[in-house]
């Protein structure tokens, strides 16, 4: 458990926990705000949604002071940042008028008076939340005016506000900012090569299910496969995932832990993954996407779905073994129209805006400009 959780536990579970959580709203309230500062934070730094609608709010020229929270300072960044868990990002925090996140940043501790933009990252596929079977943390909904959450359809509405125990009129949907990329920009990598895409879900029992981990994986088979395809397969994983990172070489290449996958993801011919709900994204461009799910029974017995039947949701082939994996890997390279017609039926009820502008939605939402 990270330090943060541990530290959310202790402010839900202990009296002395909830008396420390009510002074510091307490504090925050009576903080004077700065109305034109807005705090930005993702998880890696500068990614995801955040980092997309603050490139927006940027092209506006704006005169919000745009401030980020971040692990490491970037000299990429041409705004001011403040270190993760220093008493200078703290205040930084204190003094937001508003607060744009991707993971519940400081919510516990958010005052009414601060305009807080939950962009998430992701919508649910997986359970979680309220909606897992034995979850680990219950956050309190919110649902004051000054509270924004985001989805992509009326169906991820309805979900998301299962998980997060939300008013469902509270939800906008907007879209992603994230997928503006997606649908605005051109192929966004110079490999000529055809890119294969592996997105596993996080798991923390810390078995490897992955596909290298299928009892008749063959590396030899795969390195064959891809060179003859004239094919690179890459590899976006959990920095907790090092056991599947160290099988990079070859034309298989783990990317780095903090590289933005909606850098990349415009570039990709076909996806796989297993539970990662980057495929609800993925499926805005109408290119294949491969399940490689051999623990489909197990994970969703323990720890379940939000959307069922997972068969149904899943708009692509499902593999339980590497032989069936290669097969179905190459029919995706050869026929476009492999499940094209149940990807556009689940694109359809997933993504219901599909136009590039789901960050000036998000905008005009908050700020009304």
Known sequence: MSLHDSFVRFLLNSWIGRALNLIMVAINRLVPKRDNQILFESIP???DNPSQLYSYIKSLGTDYRMIWVVDSIRDDLDAPQYLRNTPSEFWQFLRSRYIVSSHGYHLMIRAGNQVYLNLWHGMPLKAMGYTE???SILLPGVCDENYYLIATSTIMRNALAACFNQDARRIHITGQPRNDKLLTEGRTMDDSRTIILYTPTYRDTGRDESIFSMPDYSEEKFQDFLREHDAVFLMKLHPLDSGIRQRSGGNIRALDPSEDLYDILQGVDVLVTDYSSVYFDFLLLDRPVIFAVPDLE???RVRGFVL???????????????????????????????YRRERRIVNSLVNQHQDGESSRRVYELVWGD
């Open 45 to 47: 730094d500068f990614s």
């Open 298 to 300: 197990e994970y969703r």
């Open 133 to 135: 079977r034995e979850p």
């Open 308 to 338: 069922e039947p997972f068969e149904f949701w899943a708009p692509g082939p499902r593999v339980e073994t590497f032989t069936d994996f290669l097969e179905e890997l190459e029919r995706c390279l050869e026929d476009d129209d492999y």
